[in-house]
């Protein structure tokens, strides 16, 4: 069974019985769906002003408020920040899409184009290393690594 099933129970594993136990999850998973819903309404409209404004920024923050799994929010929101240069914003959401997707090439990149913004070349360089390492064929993190290893 997939998680996305098993998110809407409550699963107790009884080992001495050999027995998995769902109970419905009730009324706290239907808030918690409609709430993801809705994020995703607000990104969609996030999306669609596409100009980088607070507007846009505080409809990806209630999307994330709403449903704070909801990576896509992160990633559109941390977007935003590297594109105004904000360091610090850019670097904390970055910092929490790695967390969430500890595996993700796309993720370590972003992470260490923040840290650039800072001008943290090292952890930069060993951002866009760990993203090679994922997924060899990142075309941008081989890059900025050549950028950082040219200066």
């Keep these: 069974l ?3 099933f098993l998110n809407r129970f409550q699963v107790t594993v009884d080992a001495e019985r050999r027995q998995i136990i769902l109970k ?4 706290r998973f239907q808030q918690n769906e409609q709430n993801c819903m ?5 990104v ?3 999306m669609a002003l596409e100009d ?6 505080a409809l990806y923050q209630k999307a994330i408020a709403l449903c704070p799994d909801f990576v896509e929010a992160y990633y559109r929101l941390g977007a935003i920040y590297l594109y105004q240069q904000a360091a610090e914003e ?19 990149f972003r ?3 923040a840290y650039l913004l800072k001008r943290d070349r090292k952890d930069a360089e060993q951002l866009f290393q760990k993203a090679l390492q994922l997924d060899p064929a990142h075309q941008q993190a081989a890059e900025y690594l050549q950028r950082i290893k040219n200066h």
């Design 2 to 4: 997939g998680l996305s």
């Design 24 to 27: 419905a999850a009730g009324a």
């Design 38 to 42: 809705t994020a995703k309404d607000y």
């Design 44 to 46: 969609k409209k996030g």
């Design 52 to 57: 980088h404004s607070e507007q846009q920024i």
């Design 90 to 108: 850019a670097l904390n959401i970055h910092r929490k899409i790695v967390e969430m997707q500890p595996d993700s090439a796309e993720a370590h």
């Design 111 to 113: 992470l260490g184009v």
